[in-house]
């Protein structure tokens, strides 16, 4: 074959033991000339080159041992030739080592490939690497010449390949962007899950303050507050609510008009006749052309009557006709009253019809004055109960009742922050100084002025020296108009009453006004004994009398 010209690729022939190791018609042959090997065992036997006794005059020869013959002689031979023939350029390299067991061992070339791994088997099978029977052999590799001009013409790849040659350029290598270790992978990976996890918080706690800012002012349904369930009305007899019950349909409001002023009052029913109690201040103004209406508290109104009034005991009777179904309130017993007793008072303060309130009794026997000048006629004088329930302007007249819903007074005056006096005519609300009449009072002048039209006032038949500041009630020297200070033939004249005299006890109690000395007397019935502690000259001394009344002057 010329070099310079590409040798074409052997053609493959069927395989043929006879004829394996000879070259074939129109073939260059390759192969080394290999001495016949003298007859061994059978085995195909390798051995270095130096341990082969021509190995100085056959460099790059590899003699082997030729495999055991089969059929004729000269055909035996022929297969040892045909399977030791082998290529002086690929084998002259390679280093052959005793096998452990013997059998030297064929290794690859310093630097080059490594050599194959196993023996060849007996059945002729080509080494691994040899061409066979059943692939094309390898094309022989030479220098290709330049061309004349100087230009390097690029390889082929049949022209470059080595099937023995190792990497030409060592480890292979990754071109392009350059590859994240493990490590690097996983530090990405969590930056980026660290960063959703971020990501999605906020996005989370955004959503979760609108939705809670308008479930906060539109609620996700209906609001439902609970509720207690309903309950019976009825409430103890003794309580407030159980007194209030009992007592409303008998308490009224009255509305009156006169010709110069009007108001607002409160009374309760004494009778089914339709005899109804209140203040003599609240009808005052009615006088003799005003009119007087009374409000139930079922809400129906009827007109009302003055059936007679008294300014000294400051109460008042009226009467409506044609009203059926009342119920009267009933009485009880003021002089059973205790300080400290439970107590309510209903009546219209500033118009509000059934208003209740509550307290306790505060005090008893407090005389108290109203309305009027100073020792007028006008004047109201009451030994009065004390009590700490409200009492405000419009529950003049109206009851005060204890635990059994009995009435025990009834509410006249309040002391008032302006240091007023005790009339609700003032404008000032209840400080918790409320006045009401004793009920045993009230009834016997209610009778009077039921029966008679008029009430009679209990006297001692003196005339008291109002201006007198020392501790007692003196009598004066001198009466009204020019009269007698004792009035002849009264009970204190009878009694041994003299003017000047200073009463300082009524019945074993302390007098030190004048005022205080009528609440007294009026707080008795006439006819009733009284026993008086009288000063006289510095001594004191003791007077009974038998009140009368202000019929016998």
Known sequence: MDEGKRSRPPTRQPADHTDAGRP????????????DAAPTDGDFVLRRPEETPAAEEHAGDLTTAAAPAKGTGAEAAGDADAVAALDGDRLKDRAVVPAPGGEPELLGAVGGPPAPLH???PYSTPPYGQPGPWAPAPP???????????DVPLA?????????????????????????????????????????????????????????????????DDVVLPQAGKEAADRPADSVAG?????????????VSGAEEAGTGTGFVLDDRGHILTNNHVVESAGSAGTVAVTFDSGHTAKA?????????????VQVSGVR?????????????????????IGAPFDLAGTV???????????????????????????????????????????LLDTRAQVVGINSAIRSADGGGESESGSSGSIGLGFAIPVNQAKRVAEELINTGHATHPVIGVTLDMDYDGDGARVATRGNDGEPAVTTGGPGARAGVEPGDVVTEIDGRAVHTGEELIVKIRAHRPGDGLELTVVRDGKERAVTLVLGSSAEG
């Open 24 to 35: 074939r018609a129109g073939e260059d042959d390759v192969r080394p000339q290999v001495p």
């Open 243 to 255: 007194i209030a019950a009992r007592a409303l349909p008998s308490v009224v409001t009255l509305h």
């Open 325 to 345: 179904g009342l119920r009267p309130l009933p009485l009880g017993n003021s002089d059973n009253v205790q300080v400290g007793d439970p107590v309510v008072a």
């Open 156 to 220: 082929t790849p049949w022209e470059t390949y080595d099937p023995w040659a190792g990497p030409a350029h060592g480890p292979l290598q990754q071109t392009g962007a350059a590859v994240d270790s493990t490590a690097q992978r996983r530090r990405k990976v969590r930056r980026a899950l660290v960063g959703g996890a971020a990501a999605l918080a906020l996005v989370a706690g955004g959503l979760g303050g609108l939705v809670g800012a308008y479930l906060e002012r539109n609620g996700v």
């Open 119 to 121: 023996a060849p088997d």
């Open 357 to 399: 309130t509550s307290g306790v009794i505060s005090a008893k026997e407090r005389p108290i004055t109203a309305g009027g000048e100073s020792g007028g006629s006008d004047i109201s004088y009451v030994d009065a109960l004390q009590t700490d329930a409200p009492i405000n302007p419009g529950n003049s007249g109206g009851p």
């Open 140 to 150: 022989v590799q030479h220098p290709a010449t330049p061309p004349p001009d100087g």
């Open 305 to 317: 009557t003055v059936v007679g009034r008294d300014s000294g005991y400051d109460l008042a009777v």
